[in-house]
Each structure stands twice: as structure tokens, then as C-alpha cells.
């Protein structure tokens, strides 16, 4: 399987209905407008994915709802079947609360070393013909 450097994919089609947009969490400042940094397209999605896999319930303000329960799986043992939940719990978190993603493939392997789950996550962005990897490494801290 190919990795793409998704860091780099950005949708600036002109035939695109809608363009999506999102404040860049790093709060870096725009040098022009002295204002903070935005995100389009592509990497407010793929960020938004990355913040939706790390949130826990009731940690959104006013929407306790949103989140799951990754964070306490990841101190049960790590077994096939451990495996196939959290890419469950992964695949319903991202198509419940993130539309603008279409869902691929989700991969976790476990990582026996280091007691943690590397998960790969292909999408493809509405209104974007490329597909999008995101990978992160889940690991508890305590």
C-alpha cells in the first residue's frame, strides 16, 4: 500500500461547491492579518479526524456526546479481539461525527513492544479526488 504525503494534498479546485475551513489549533498568528492561522479543506478534515480519535465523552463543551472510549481500551490487553474493537469504536466515531469524511479502511496493529496500537485511517474529503492516510499512535499514559 502507498503512503501519500498528506500533509501536502490540499483541494483548490475551483469546481468545488464548498470549501471547508477551520482554526488551526497550533494558534499560530497570520503575519498579514495578525489574526490566527486558518485550515482549509483537506487539512481541517484530517485534523478534525485526529482531534475526534484523541477525544474522550464529555470532554466537548456542551456536547458530551461526541468522543469515545479509545483512551480506556488501550489498558486492556492487547488481543486480536481488542484489535477489531477499537477499529470498530474508530470506523463509528469517524462516520457519527465527521460527514465531510468518507470512510476507506481503518488498520490498527498492535504495537507488543511498546504496548500501544498503531492505526492507519484511509479517507477520501468530500469535493477531493485524493485519498487521505492519516496515521496515529495510540498509547496510554498512565
Known amino acids: 500500500m502507498a503512503s501519500y504525503d498528506s500533509g501536502s494534498i490540499t483541494n483548490?479546485?475551483?469546481?468545488s461547491a464548498r470549501i471547508y475551513s477551520d482554526l488551526n489549533l497550533d494558534f499560530?498568528?497570520?503575519?498579514?492579518?495578525?489574526?490566527?492561522?486558518?485550515?482549509?479543506?483537506v487539512e481541517a478534515v484530517k485534523r478534525s479526524v485526529r482531534?475526534?480519535?484523541?477525544?474522550?465523552?464529555y470532554e466537548k463543551p456542551f456536547h458530551p456526546e461526541i468522543g469515545s472510549n479509545l483512551r480506556a481500551m488501550l489498558f486492556e490487553n492487547i488481543t486480536p479481539q481488542m484489535?477489531?474493537?477499537?477499529?470498530k469504536e474508530i470506523d463509528n466515531l469517524i462516520r457519527?461525527?465527521?460527514p465531510r469524511a468518507r470512510l476507506v479502511q481503518?488498520?490498527?496493529?498492535?504495537?507488543?513492544?511498546?504496548?500501544?496500537y498503531a492505526a492507519t485511517i484511509s479517507f477520501y474529503v468530500q469535493n477531493s479526488p485524493d485519498r487521505i492516510v492519516v496515521e496515529s499512535f495510540l498509547e496510554r499514559l498512565r
Open 12 to 15: 483548490k479546485s475551483k469546481r
Open 28 to 41: 499560530q498568528q497570520n503575519t498579514a492579518t495578525k489574526d490566527i492561522q486558518k485550515m482549509s479543506d
Open 51 to 57: 482531534n475526534l480519535i484523541n477525544l474522550n465523552h
Open 83 to 87: 484489535t477489531h474493537v477499537i477499529s
Open 96 to 98: 457519527n461525527y465527521e
Open 106 to 116: 481503518i488498520s490498527t496493529m498492535p504495537q507488543f513492544d511498546k504496548n500501544a
